[in-house]
């Protein structure tokens, strides 16, 4: 199979007719006709989970995975997993890319390219991707070869930045294609890939001479977090008065118990709902920093 060529606009298409989006995906998808018709002028808003349709214009395209047909057959091109590590500048001091590869599939000897981006090969031993559907999140551990002590001469440096951190917050994604679609390749394409998978580093688990092993967390991993991360309170307003959040700038000045005050000195907010009518009207927008409905609940 050739490369995908990109949708176009204005163009008859029919059933049957695959089609990429014009700039390169990492959802995985390509986009097949199942209702013939003419493009629109401008591109759609592709679908992001197979299945999905979209109209546009006349044509009715439904997204499929770009990789499927090809991972189905008695004897499908090799699957070739590449990593990102994505640096945070506030917390590494820097917002460098490293790309790696290892190099144990499709006997790959080398650096690999795709989508324009060099992969270095490096020994590299990737666990615990699966997904399920019920049950606890999976945390991966992705463990790096430290033999020429790249890992380590990388955690010192990150670690001058932010004291103790051991690249924790970094992002890492795992790009997984078919070497068929690799850059150099008759075949080659950027947007043939299985979805990209975005992960966090949770913490460094191990540090040897030999290899560094890193937990990952996935986004959605909210463990340990508190939602909302402001406490619950019925009737004590939280924002410092007179603050951005607070809003209030007028001239009308009242005491802590409600009373009219003379000046600004003597205005103090009493951080209750009565105090922010007093201010705001009885029947405006309070932006009152509570949860007064809280107390209506046992």
Request: hydrophobic letters at 35%; one cysteine or more; a negative charge.
């Given at each position: 199979m050739a490369a995908v060529a990109a949708w176009?606009?204005?163009?008859?298409?029919?059933?049957?007719?695959?089609?990429?989006?014009?700039t390169s995906q990492a959802s995985g998808l390509w986009f097949r006709c199942t209702t013939a018709g003419t493009s629109g002028s401008s591109e759609p808003s592709w679908g992001t989970d197979i299945g999905s349709t979209v109209t546009d214009n006349t044509v009715v395209w439904t997204a499929i995975s770009s990789v499927y047909e090809d991972v189905s057959v008695l004897a499908p091109s090799a699957i070739i997993e590449l990593f990102e590590l994505h640096l945070n500048a506030t917390l590494h001091g820097s917002s460098d890319v490293y790309r790696f590869h290892a190099g144990s599939n499709a006997d790959?000897?080398?650096n690999i390219v795709f989508d324009g981006n060099t992969y270095s090969r490096?020994?590299?031993?990737?666990d615990g991707f699966e997904m399920r559907s019920g049950g606890t999140l999976p945390q991966p551990t992705l463990t790096i070869a430290?033999?020429?002590?790249?890992?380590?001469?990388?955690?010192?440096?990150?670690?001058?930045?932010?004291?103790?951190?051991?690249?924790?917050?970094?992002?890492?994604?795992?790009?997984?294609?078919?070497?068929?679609?690799?850059?150099?390749?008759?075949?080659?394409?950027?947007?043939?890939?299985?979805p990209t998978e975005i992960w966090r580093i949770n913490r460094k688990a191990t540090e040897t001479r030999d290899v560094v092993?890193?937990?990952?967390?996935s986004e959605f991993d909210l463990m340990g977090q508190k939602l909302p991360k402001r406490?619950?309170?019925?009737?004590?307003?939280?924002?410092?008065?007179?603050?951005?959040?607070?809003?209030?700038?007028?001239?009308?000045?009242?005491?802590?118990?409600?009373?009219?005050?003379?000046?600004?000195?003597?205005?103090?907010?009493?951080?209750?709902l009565a105090s922010c009518k007093l201010r705001f009207g009885e029947n405006g927008v309070l932006p009152f920093g509570s949860f007064p409905g809280a107390g209506l609940t046992q």
């Amino acid at each position: 199979m050739a490369a995908v060529a990109a949708w176009a606009a204005s163009t008859a298409f029919s059933v049957g007719d695959i089609r990429r989006a014009t700039t390169s995906q990492a959802s995985g998808l390509w986009f097949r006709c199942t209702t013939a018709g003419t493009s629109g002028s401008s591109e759609p808003s592709w679908g992001t989970d197979i299945g999905s349709t979209v109209t546009d214009n006349t044509v009715v395209w439904t997204a499929i995975s770009s990789v499927y047909e090809d991972v189905s057959v008695l004897a499908p091109s090799a699957i070739i997993e590449l990593f990102e590590l994505h640096l945070n500048a506030t917390l590494h001091g820097s917002s460098d890319v490293y790309r790696f590869h290892a190099g144990s599939n499709a006997d790959v000897t080398g650096n690999i390219v795709f989508d324009g981006n060099t992969y270095s090969r490096l020994p590299v031993q990737a666990d615990g991707f699966e997904m399920r559907s019920g049950g606890t999140l999976p945390q991966p551990t992705l463990t790096i070869a430290n033999l020429d002590g790249t890992m380590t001469t990388l955690l010192a440096l990150v670690n001058a930045t932010t004291l103790g951190n051991d690249l924790t917050g970094a992002t890492v994604k795992r790009i997984r294609t078919l070497k068929r679609y690799l850059d150099g390749e008759s075949t080659a394409d950027p947007n043939a890939r299985f979805p990209t998978e975005i992960w966090r580093i949770n913490r460094k688990a191990t540090e040897t001479r030999d290899v560094v092993t890193f937990e990952l967390a996935s986004e959605f991993d909210l463990m340990g977090q508190k939602l909302p991360k402001r406490q619950i309170v019925a009737n004590t307003c939280q924002w410092i008065y007179r603050s951005s959040e607070c809003s209030y700038t007028g001239s009308n000045f009242f005491d802590v118990n409600g009373n009219s005050a003379t000046s600004l000195s003597q205005d103090v907010c009493g951080k209750r709902l009565a105090s922010c009518k007093l201010r705001f009207g009885e029947n405006g927008v309070l932006p009152f920093g509570s949860f007064p409905g809280a107390g209506l609940t046992q």
